[in-house]
């Protein structure tokens, strides 16, 4: 029986650990565009983002688009060549990142999952 991988927190913190030791920069791998990243949120997150990136100013711009798409352009343009990337492509720094929590031996999950079953 193969166990499936479902704790996704702990992936997370690997995954910030493994771009921490390589070094990594997102930024060079991920463009924030419309296609990317603002025509799959909201447009409060839209608001938020343009914002972070560049200002209370610019993201007054974003909220006063009538439509979402038009909120989606003017975000595009925006953050373009900033450099700015969601938070969730982000590598989280050493001091943002929670440990890892202990959890039981695998042998003891095991036994668990398959009584589950």
Do not use: C
């Not at 997370?12 to 990317?36: C, H, P, Y």
């Amino acid at each position: 029986m193969e166990k499936k991988f479902t704790d996704r927190k702990k992936g997370i913190q690997q995954a910030n650990q493994l771009g921490r030791a390589l070094k990594v920069d997102m930024s060079e791998w991920f463009e924030t565009t419309g296609d990317s990243y603002f025509k799959h949120v909201n447009r409060t997150t839209i608001e938020l983002a343009v914002v972070e990136a560049k200002g209370r100013e610019a993201g007054l711009s974003v909220k006063a688009a009538a439509k979402k798409t038009e909120a989606v352009m003017i975000a595009e343009r925006l953050v373009a060549g900033s450099g700015w990337i969601p938070a969730p492509v982000r590598i989280a720094a050493a001091d943002e990142a929670r440990p890892v929590e202990h959890e039981t031996d695998i042998e003891d999950n095991d036994q668990f999952s398959e009584a589950a079953e």
